[in-house]
Structure formats: C-alpha cells, structure tokens
C-alpha cells in the first residue's frame, strides 16, 4: 500500500505512535457500524439492496448513494473528495 512516495508507512508499535492509534481505532470503529448496521452487509448480492443517488456531480466531485436492508432501512452515503466544504449540499 502507497500514499505517497515520499511517505513510508509505519505500522510497528515503536515506530507508528499515536498515529497508528488512530488508524486502528477509526477502523475499529468503521468495523463496529458495519456489523451493527444491515443495510450496509444483508443485500450485498441483492441489486435491490443498492441504489446510486448522485453520479454525474462531476463539477463538485460528489457521489452518494443508498444501501438497503431487508425490513426497508436503509443508509446513504455521501462522497466529496475535494477539500472544499459542501454545506448545504441537495441532492435527490
């Protein structure tokens, strides 16, 4: 795995610090809403489990989309990936 070049990624306890920290925890986390969430696993196989919401947002570099449970709850997911701050953001 590569970020970057110039930056070596360190995943030993003596080298990683407290980065390492927060990289464990954040996906310690992530692993816990995705076990604790079905709309994000139950449908995964399922087209109906899976709808995009927005995908021709090239200007704002935005994608979202819906994951969908069994029993009708559902999660959106909402992409930027720009360091710009959509407040306010509309779609649907």
């Known amino acids: 795995m590569e970020f970057c070049r ?6 030993t306890r003596e080298e990683g610090g407290e980065w390492h920290k927060g990289v464990l925890g954040w996906v310690k986390a992530l692993n816990h809403l995705y076990t604790q969430t079905p709309a994000l696993f139950e449908q995964d196989y399922n087209p109906e489990g899976f709808e995009w919401l927005v995908v021709d947002d090239h200007d704002n570099s935005v994608f979202a989309f819906e994951r ?8 959106i997911v909402v992409s930027n990936f720009t360091p710009i701050v959509r407040e306010n953001y509309r779609f649907g």
């Open 68 to 75: 969908k449970a069994k029993n009708g709850d559902s999660v």
């Open 6 to 11: 110039e930056l070596r990624l360190v995943f």
